[in-house]
């Protein structure tokens, strides 16, 4: 399955390393921590970092730090949202063929605050356990005015694209014989060993679910 | 030294994890590889990542990723820019305190496309040795082809803040005489040992600018 090619969706620079296909779109959006939404007030454009959890076509966004944006959403008006994960660091002979790897995803939507305190209990369920599986069924669960404090909004993808690159320097010819050295620096985000709260009770184990984070 | 806070740029949730200090904001740009560039084209915002460089009150913007930008920039339409630094996740006893450790940055201002070969030629050797420093030297220069095909956009910063998080959990009073685990992961990017082009040439050592590659 993949989204409809939209005039706005379309990759226009390098489309050889684009993607409609919905499992690939989805896999970089579920792997990365955070995204980056976009949208406008009077002309304004405005990009914030936010966490994100998809459900089937659907992105769900905390709201704790988007109170410009809901004025916003109520509105109706369109949304863009944009992950980018970091692979690794090209080195190539001539300085013009330098890049990166990278796995990123542009999508568009409008979105619709969340309301009702069943739903919102449900979305948190879903953005927990979308980080730390298994951590809500281990967590003091949230109260009905800690929901009412919560802005959760459901993003309706409407179109999105994934743009990728792998591989080594691709360099012109002739510079192959040069004494230049070229390659890759992979590059990854990587999760430490957990290091407890040092107002933590005594007696409390580190849960399996956080040892060795990884995604 | 701090940028002026304008109504776009004050930070409204959580004020108290806010700076406008220029320092600060500088070491977050210059620590980050990438940045994610959001503009408006008829009421239709974008987000698009890219790499930039800081060059005091500026930011360089490599346009290879951009086209969609340039006809905007030269309209004199405003940009934001934000970027995100990771550096841990916040797991609460209580499923509404989980948080993450962050240094962001979002900055406000509008751009301008270099069109004189030597202006990029120069933005081109900051942009390069931002990412390595001292490659532009060990490298095959650009052509002035190469310099055609180069797009380089200036972005003058007319206002920015940074935010930031940090620290262990902050839970509700009650909650700490309960039986969860709390605590920090610790994230970060990781760079993982050069890996060299299958087409080098026999006998270029890995430079030392780029072997235990960190930011």
Not at 23 to 51: K, M, S, W
Not at 182 to 204: H, M, N, S, Y
Request: glycine share 6%; proline share 5%; with cysteine.
């Amino acid at each position: 399955m993949s989204y409809a090619i939209q005039p706005r969706s379309r990759v226009k620079r390098l489309p050889e390393r684009a993607s409609y296909d919905k499992e690939v779109i989805y896999r970089i959006l579920d792997e990365a921590l955070i995204c980056h939404v976009g949208f406008v007030v009077e002309n304004q454009p405005f990009v914030i970092p936010t966490i994100h959890a998809r459900r089937d076509d659907t992105l769900l966004l905390h709201g704790a730090t988007v109170s410009r944006l809901l004025k916003h959403l109520q509105a109706g008006n369109p949304i863009c949202v944009e992950t980018t994960l970091l692979d690794g660091l090209v080195v190539a002979r001539g300085v013009f063929h330098n890049s990166m790897n990278y796995r990123s995803v542009v999508l568009f939507g409008r979105g619709r605050l969340l309301t009702r305190a069943e739903e919102k209990y449900e979305a948190l369920h879903v953005l927990t356990d979308r980080v730390f599986p298994g951590r809500w069924d281990d967590s003091r669960l949230p109260s009905a005015k800690e929901l009412k404090g919560t802005s959760i909004i459901v993003l309706d993808i409407e179109s999105a694209s994934a743009k990728m690159r792998a591989g080594g320097p691709k360099d012109d010819a002739a510079d192959y014989a040069g004494a230049w050295w070229a390659g890759v620096i992979p590059t990854e985000q990587k999760f430490l060993a957990p290091v407890k709260d040092e107002k933590l009770r005594a007696g409390i184990a580190t849960p399996r679910y956080l040892k060795k984070y990884t995604r």
